[in-house]
């Protein structure tokens, strides 16, 4: 049993950028502690990494996005080398990929709303000064936990009894 296991595992590798895995395994902790299951969805991926691919210019540029195949099946989890200029940048992009994916976050919130599932931040350091709030919301607002308690139908409560 072992041995089909490992075999599994490794035909279903995930190439995952270092930088990066940090910030994975924290978000894998949170999803854990909200119940979210991302086991299925990570395996469908074919890489989780930071890209010099995306657009870099004057009027705007890309810092993260989710790659899709021709069937439009997310494979690829992209962050552009960009974010890498500040930690709390990284960790805010990262973030808001992760969540755009794994707890199915089909679209932003906001245009400029200063929360991590905004279109643009205009300050990544308001972000940062308030994270754990933010990253509250993020999975308590996230579609992934209202689609698990209304199959559930029960009630999830925010800090109460």
């Known amino acids: ?39 299925d969805q990570f395996f469908k991926l074919e890489s989780i990494d930071i ?19 021709s069937n439009g099946e997310v494979i690829a989890i992209d962050i552009s080398w960009m974010a890498q200029l500040d930690a709390e940048i990284l960790k805010t992009v990262a973030f808001h990929e992760f969540a755009h994916y794994f707890l199915e976050y089909s679209t932003h919130i906001c245009d400029d709303c200063g929360k991590i599932m905004s279109v643009v931040n205009s300050s990544y350091f308001d972000i940062a000064r308030d994270w754990d709030n933010q990253v509250k919301l993020l999975f308590e607002e996230s579609p992934a936990l209202k689609k698990k308690y209304a199959l559930t139908g029960l009630t999830y409560r925010l800090n109460k009894p």
């Not at 041995?3 to 949170?30: C, K, M, W, Y």
């Not at 890209?51 to 195949?69: D, P």
């Open 51 to 69: 890209v010099n691919t995306l657009t870099v210019s004057e009027e705007a540029s890309t810092l993260g996005m989710l790659r899709r195949n």
């Open 1 to 39: 049993m072992f041995l089909i296991s490992s075999l599994t595992t490794s035909a279903q590798d995930v190439h995952i950028d270092g930088r990066l895995q940090p910030l994975l395994n924290e978000f894998f902790e949170i999803c854990k502690s909200y119940g979210i299951d991302y086991h």
